[in-house]
């Protein structure tokens, strides 16, 4: 059962209310999540310039994209913006809101990794 509380916001939309329920993310579980987009997620459209356990540098090889950092901070939005209606495909949503759930990264495989590093970085999914 969940329990609405003043961080709650509920939002009237046209397709019915939309619910806001704050979630805390466990530093390790966005580690798990950094190293899985390293390790496998973005390889095909991004060099690793420089990394760390809570940061790295992405060059994508392709377009004008500058080198840019991606930290724990940039894959929480990158997990809010993939938890959003059209965002991504729905399997990939539900694989994420399983992660968040169980607070498992395991539910992330490198396709969602992949996703919740582009939403973060450029609002949109560019490479697929």
Not at 40 to 52: F, H, K, P, R
Not at 56 to 76: E, G, R, W
Not at 81 to 89: D, M, V
Request: glycine share 4%.
């Amino acid at each position: 059962m969940i329990t609405a509380t003043e961080s709650t916001k509920i939002l009237e939309s046209d397709s019915g209310l939309l619910v806001h329920v704050p979630v805390t993310l466990d530093p390790e579980f966005l580690r798990d999540v950094l190293g899985i987009a390293i390790c496998g997620g973005i390889v095909y459209w991004a060099n690793i310039t420089e990394q760390s356990e809570d940061y790295c540098d992405i060059a994508p090889m392709y377009d004008d994209f500058q080198s840019q950092p991606l930290t724990l901070a940039h894959l929480v939005v990158g997990i809010r913006r993939a938890t959003e209606k059209e965002a991504c495909a729905l399997r990939i949503r539900k694989a994420i809101m399983n992660a968040i759930h169980y607070q498992d990264a395991g539910c992330i495989d490198a396709e969602c990794a992949d996703v919740i590093v582009q939403l973060a970085l450029f609002n949109e999914i560019v490479y697929s």
